[in-house]
């Protein structure tokens, strides 16, 4: 697919990009597998980190890495959340936005277009949910564990380098889930902001309308 037509596939409907990020990542995982990833990345760490280095200052910024990822995957989430919420209010004015179809025999030329309308909007709502709530379903991050903690004992790798060399590490392998997490609340955004317009425009077109008919929506 050319790169125009699939910004404009992704323009039409927000979830195609997420569609083909997921492809790629999926593609490079399943070519490399998680084990030859994670070394291939502790390799590329090590071989990056200097011999002689001030290593106390090189491990205070890696903990920050660390701390940064955690807390930005924290922030996806609660955002997530916060979509599916709103999206909750949302449905519930669709749901309320159905009563005012107009019901005179005047208004029949408009039930089709109106309801093409509806259905679109429920579609981008419920749709919108269902990206929120695999945003943050997603698997957690790589971080330090019990587990984590004996296999450094056992292996004597729990010098301050080497600590080093974790941190950073697992900070590289949560970027293709922070990365899931970012594509998929944006599709989730940008689908709420879709369903907030048509429900306004099924409402105002409702009224106008009923105006129009003579069967003004009752106070």
């Known amino acids: 697919m050319s790169f125009n037509v699939h910004h404009l596939v992704s ?102 277009p109106l309801g093409v309308l509806y259905l679109l909007t429920l579609i981008h709502l419920f749709s919108a949910v269902y990206y929120a709530l695999i945003a943050r379903r997603i698997t957690a991050l790589a971080s330090l564990s019990a587990d984590t903690f004996m296999d450094c004992l056992k292996h004597r790798q729990w010098g301050r380098r080497d600590r080093i060399i974790l941190a950073i590490a697992q900070a590289r392998w949560n970027e293709d889930v922070l990365l899931r997490k970012v594509n998929y609340l944006s599709v989730a955004e940008d689908l709420f902001v879709r369903g907030l317009f048509l429900i306004s425009s099924v409402v105002v077109l409702n009224i106008l309308i009923r105006l129009m008919t003579g069967n003004a929506p009752v106070p």
Do not use: M
């Not at 989430?77 to 019901?103: H, N, Q, R, W, Y």
């Open 11 to 112: 323009r039409l409907w927000p979830p195609c990009e997420a569609w083909v990020v997921d492809r790629r990542l999926n593609q490079r995982k399943q070519g490399i597998g998680d084990d030859a990833r994670w070394e291939s990345i502790l390799t590329e760490v090590r071989t990056a980190l200097p011999r002689h280095a001030g290593y106390k200052s090189l491990e205070i910024i890696a903990k920050e890495i660390r701390k940064s990822e955690t807390k930005r995957k924290e922030t996806l989430d609660e955002k997530a959340s916060l979509f599916v919420a709103a999206t909750g209010v949302a449905l519930s004015i669709g749901v309320l936005a159905a009563s005012l179809f107009p019901d005179k025999q005047g208004a029949e030329p408009w039930v089709v």
